[in-house]
Each structure stands twice: as structure tokens, then as C-alpha cells.
């Protein structure tokens, strides 16, 4: 039961290893493009790639729709951001519960926006824990967890695609030492919980008095989406990459070409890669070759 990239290759971990998948779970095509054509999530195309049956119900709360997935009579269900509430009638359909993968060290960002709101804090370590579902949001107990140093060159991009390969190559272990019994469930400690709220695209706006160690934490947060942003004029700029440094200047102004800017607590932000409205991601001396920023500038 999953739908966005992430949950690929976790799919494609459980047929390869041998396991008999009866059933994928994801949500329904979305519309976009010319004609708003149906486009199959990533876990659909895969798994009609593999030849897997395919439902997308809009929800698991109608009793059909429960009756069905009971009807599957299966051993475990695998959840990895499936993006649909699980209600208790199809926690508790399969023998042995549902196993899901979550993108961080729980009770420690449960929640939507694990990798993101990681990063932002300026954690030094994040990882996948396969846990036990329960009602309760992130609440069950751990069966198994890896962990993954936090680099100050990783953004959300980068280590969702480690902590994807890392819960793929988990699971496997993880859900055969747990229906072997070689493996107990620990209960989440009490200490330390904290909420991987959905980001805000409020958020997303720079102040440029904050230090520079939180910005470039928020920068590298918030990319490659939905990307932290600042004005220069009428040109908004996404900010995709960056590292702090010693500077001096108004907060938000350009001390530095191509791209660095002054901060709060005397320090600056050299910007290493960003993006224009309209233009893919560049390096800051493209950026500035085709905006010719004057020093002084301010960033709003």
C-alpha cells in the first residue's frame, strides 16, 4: 500500500525477494497536462509494469471496500506513504497487522513531512523505522530501525532517495523476523515526540534576519519542493542549495557576487544553486549571468 516514488522501491523489494503480493494499494490517477489525461501514480505503473493487480479506492471507509481487502486473506500488509487513513477494520484484516516504513527515528517526527521538518531542525541523524500500525498517528511499536547520518550537503531530495534505498532494503528483514517472532516489537518511548506537520508554503518565504545555520537548514529543507523563496524586485527566486559563512551587511543584502547574502548574527548565506519562475535549476553564476544582480541588492 503505497503511491508516491518512495514507495516504489519498496514494491519492488517484496516481489523480488519472493514474497507473494496479492494485492497493491495506491491512490487514484491524477489528472494533469493537455486534456487532463489520467496519470497513474508511480506505484501504479509499477506494479501494472510487474503485472500486480491494482486498487485505488477513494477510501478504505466504506464497508465494501473492507470486505474486499478482508477478502485477500493475507498474511502482513506493507504501508509506505499510501496518503489514505487505514481504519481499524483494515488494521486488523491480515494475520499478522500492517508493517509500515516511516522516514524517520520515531517518536521523533511522526507525522507527513518527516525528511523535510528533519532537516529544518538541523538534525544530525534521521533513518527508517518499520513499525506496527495502530489507530493513533506514528504511535505503534518498532519491529526494526536503521539509521542514517544527515550530511550538511543533503536536502530533502538527496536523503529521500537514501532513506527510500534504506527502508527497501529493511522491510525485507524486518517483516520476516517479525512474523518469525525472532524480531519483538519495542513500544515507542514517551520521551521525545514531536509532529512532521504538512509544510505550509508559507513557510517557504526567507527571513533574511534569521542566522545563517537556519537558513540553510530551511533552504535544504524546503528542496527541491516546495523550494524557499525571496524576492529581488519582481523576480522571485527559489533557493535550492547553499552554505553559511562569515559576512557582513544588511540582512538580505547581496555582499558577494555571484550570490551571497548577508544574514542575521554577522554571517552570510552563499547561495550555490537556485531557480527563476519559469527556468530549471541553475548554478548561482548562471543565475547571475542572466540578472546581472548589482552588489547591495536586498532581498526581501
Known amino acids: 500500500m503505497g503511491t508516491p516514488d518512495f514507495s516504489v522501491d519498496i514494491l519492488q523489494a517484496l ?3 519472493g514474497h507473494q503480493v496479492v494485492a497493491v ?3 487514484p490517477p491524477s489528472r494533469s497536462g493537455r486534456g487532463k489525461k489520467e496519470r ?15 486498487h485505488y479506492p477513494k477510501s478504505l471507509k466504506p464497508e465494501e ?8 486473506d493475507l ?15 483494515i488494521l486488523d484484516a491480515p494475520k499478522y497487522g500492517c508493517l509500515n516504513i516511516h522516514a524517520s527515528l520515531l517518536p521523533r517526527w511522526r507525522g507527513a513531512a518527516p525528511i523535510h521538518r528533519a532537516i529544518m531542525a538541523g ?4 533513518g527508517v523505522d518499520i513499525m506496527v500500525m495502530e489507530e493513533g498517528l506514528d504511535t505503534g511499536p518498532v519491529v526494526l530501525e536503521r539509521k542514517l547520518a544527515i550530511t550538511k550537503n543533503d536536502t530533502t531530495g538527496s536523503l529521500h532517495d537514501k532513506l527510500k534505498t534504506l527502508g527497501a532494503e529493511t522491510i525485507i528483514p ?9 524480531m519483538i516489537p519495542r513500544p515507542q518511548p514517551e520521551d521525545g515526540i514531536c ?3 504538512k509544510i505550509d508554503k508559507q513557510e517557504a518565504a526567507l527571513d533574511w534576519r534569521r542566522p545563517a545555520e537556519d537558513l540553510h537548514n530551511h533552504i535544504h529543507g524546503l528542496s527541491p519542493f516546495p523550494a524557499a523563496h525571496s524576492l529581488t524586485g519582481e523576480v522571485r527566486l527559489k533557493m535550492l542549495e547553499a552554505e553559511g559563512g562569515p559576512g557582513e551587511g544588511q540582512p538580505g543584502e547581496l555582499i558577494a557576487l555571484p550570490l551571497t547574502i548577508a544574514c542575521g548574527n554577522g554571517m552570510a548565506l552563499k547561495i550555490h544553486r537556485a531557480q527563476r519562475a519559469g527556468k530549471g535549476p541553475m548554478t548561482a553564476e548562471e543565475l547571475q549571468r542572466g540578472l546581472q544582480l548589482p552588489l547591495g541588492t536586498l532581498m526581501s
Do not use: I, M, N
Open 15 to 17: 516481489v523480488d525477494s
Open 25 to 27: 494499494y495506491c491512490q
Open 40 to 54: 497513474p501514480s508511480p506505484v501504479q505503473a509499477r506494479a501494472e509494469a510487474l503485472g500486480l493487480p491494482v
Open 65 to 72: 471496500e473492507q470486505q474486499r481487502f478482508a477478502a485477500l
Open 75 to 89: 498474511d502482513a500488509a506493507v504501508v509506505v506513504a499510501y496518503g489514505l487513513l487505514l481504519p481499524k477494520a
Open 123 to 126: 538534525d544530525k541523524e534521521t
Open 174 to 182: 524486518a517483516l520476516e523476523g517479525y512474523v518469525a517472532g525472532t
Open 195 to 197: 509532529y512532521a506537520h
